[in-house]
C-alpha cells in the first residue's frame, strides 16, 4: 500500500508544481464585530492525501501580555514552540485540546516550551497567570489555509485543481462551508459572512 | 545634578494632605493602563499576589525596564524626550496619561450582630465605603497614589503619596506614610481589621491605622541570590497625630521602619530568572517571608503626651495553595504617670479551593495590659471569599469571641465589594 501512497504523493507534487493548481481569493465580512480578522478559512481535506506538516517548529510568541499571533492554523502533526518574550513569567495550558488537556507549567524569557497537535480541532491556548490572554491553534488536515486580515481579505495560494470543501472558523462567528472548484489557474472567488 | 534638582523639586512641591484613611492597595487605574486582568496583581484584591508586590516594589511599573513596552494606554506628552538636553532652560519634559488615572470602589454590607445594639439585630450598610482611586506614573522615576474616600454619612479621608524612584533598591516618598501602607492591614480579605492594626495606646489616640500621617519615607526592595526572594526596607517619619488642617499636633515627630526577607518565589523587585515551573498559577509563590518592624510616637491628650512604641515580627509563608500570614506585636504606652505594656498576634491561612474560592480563618489574641489579671480577647474568624468576578469580590465571616468579656459581640458579616 505504501507504493501507492508514493505515487499518488508523487502525482500530486507534479500535478501541483507543473502549475495545476490556483488560487482562492476572496474576502469575509464578520457581523457584529470591530473587524473581519482572524478568520481561519481552509480546505478541510483533499481526498486520498494525508499530508505532512512542515519540517522544523513553527513558534507563538507571548509578547507583552499577548499570544502572537491570536490565531494560528497548523497542519496536524506541527509542534509548536511557546516563546515568553516577556520579562514576567508567563504560562501556558489548553483546557480542550483534542490531543488532551495539557499544562506547559511557567518559564523564563527567552525560552520555550513545545507541543505536538497531532488531532484535527480547535485547541484554545491560555496563560493561567494572565487571564487575558487567549490565542487559538487550528489544527487543520492541509496546507490550504490562510488567515483574514482586519478587512477580511484572503487568499489561499497553489491549491490544485478540483472540487472541495472550504470552511471557516472564527471564534465568535460561524458560517457555513461552501463547496468550491478550483480552477487549473487563476483565481476563484470565494467570499462568506459570519454571523453568530 | 539633574536628577537631584529633580528630587528636591518634587520635596519641595509636592502638598501633604492627608486625613486618616484606611488606605486601598488595588488600583483598577493599572488594570486599563496595561490592559490587563486584576489577577495579575492580586490574589484577591486587596491582597497582593508576588508579581503585584514586585509591580509596586518598582515604583507601579513592569519589572527590568520593561514597564514601556508593556504599557497598553499611550500616554500624552508634555514635552518631547530631547528637552532633557535643553534643561535648565526648558521644563522638563513629561507624560500624563491617556485618560484620567481614576477608579471607582464600592462595598456594601449585611451585618448581623450576635447582641442587640442600637442598631438592632441586624442591619443593611449599603454603602459603606465609596472611594475615588488614582495612581499612575510619570516619566520614568515619579509615581503617586492616593484616595478619597466616603465611609458612613459623616466620613470622608483621602489620602496621597507621590514618590520619586530611583531604583527598585530607592524610592523617597512624600505624602501619607506608616506602616499600615506596608503590613497585611492594607491586603486582608476581611471585613474586620487585623486585631494588632486596632490597639491603641493608652490614650485611644494612636493605633497602626492611624499611620504616621503626613512625612517622608525612605523604601526599597532587591531580589535575592538566583532572583529568588529578596529583601525590602523603609524608614520613615510623620507627623503622627494631626489636628483638622493636617499640622502637627505637637513638637515632636513619630518615627517607623521595617525590613524583610523573603526566601524563594519571585524576587521581591520580579524578573523570570530562575522561575521556570512544572505548576503555575497567579496565586502560587512558594516562599517563606519574615519580617520586623518598629515605631515610635508622642501623642497629645487631655493628661499630657502618650509616649507610644511598638516593636513585632511576622512571616508570609506561601505553599502552594496555602498561605499563612502570623505577626506578633508589643506596645509600650506612657501616660498619665502609667506604663503599660499590651501583647498582640494574629495568625492566618487562605486555602485556594478554586482560583476564584479562598477558605479562610484567623486567629487573634490581645492582652491589652500584660501586667494586669485581665483576660485577654481571643477570637476566631472563619471566612470563605468569593471573586465573583475579577473586579467584584463577595465575603461571608463571622467573627467569635472566645473570651467570656467578649460574649456576644461577634456577629456575621457578608460583604460586596468591587472596583471599576
Known sequence: MKWINGLITLSFLIFVSSGMAGDIKGKVKVRAA????????????????????????????????????HV??????????????????HNVFSPDCPDGKFNLGTWAKGIMKSFTFNKPGISTILCNVHPEMEAYIVAVKTPYFAVSDKAGNYIIKNVPAGNYTLKVWHEKRKAKPREVAVAATGETAVDFELKR | MKKLFLVLFTAATMGVLLWEVQSVQAFPVFARKYKTSCSTCHYAFPKLNAFGKAFKNNGFRYPAGTDEEMRKEEPVSLGSEAYKKVFPDAIWPTDIPGTPPLAFRAIGRFLKFDKNTEDGKSSFEMPHELALLFAGTFDDHISYHGEIEFEHAAEIGYDFKVQYDFSPAAHLAFGTVGLNHMMAEDLRLTANHYNIVNLRNQSGTWRIRSGAAGGIELWGAGNGPGGRGGFTYAAGVGNGQRDGENYDKNKSKDFYGRVTYKIGGLGEIGGTEGQGSSTSAFYIDNSFRIGGFAYSGTAVAYAGDDDFSVIGGDIDWWFNRLNVVAAAMQMKSTYAGFERKSFTYFSEANYVLYPWLIAYARYEFTDKNTDDNIDAQTTILPAIVAMVRANVKCSLEYKIPLDSAGKNTGGLIFQVDFGL
Open chain 1, 72 to 89: 494560528f492554523p497548523v497542519v496536524v502533526g506541527t509542534t509548536v514552540d511557546f516563546l515568553n518574550s516577556d520579562e514576567v513569567l
Open chain 1, 34 to 69: 470591530r473587524n473581519s480578522g482572524n478568520v481561519v478559512i481552509y480546505i478541510d481535506k483533499v481526498e486520498g492525501k494525508v499530508f505532512e506538516p512542515a519540517k522544523g517548529h513553527s513558534v507563538m510568541d507571548q509578547k507583552n501580555l499577548e499570544f502572537v499571533p
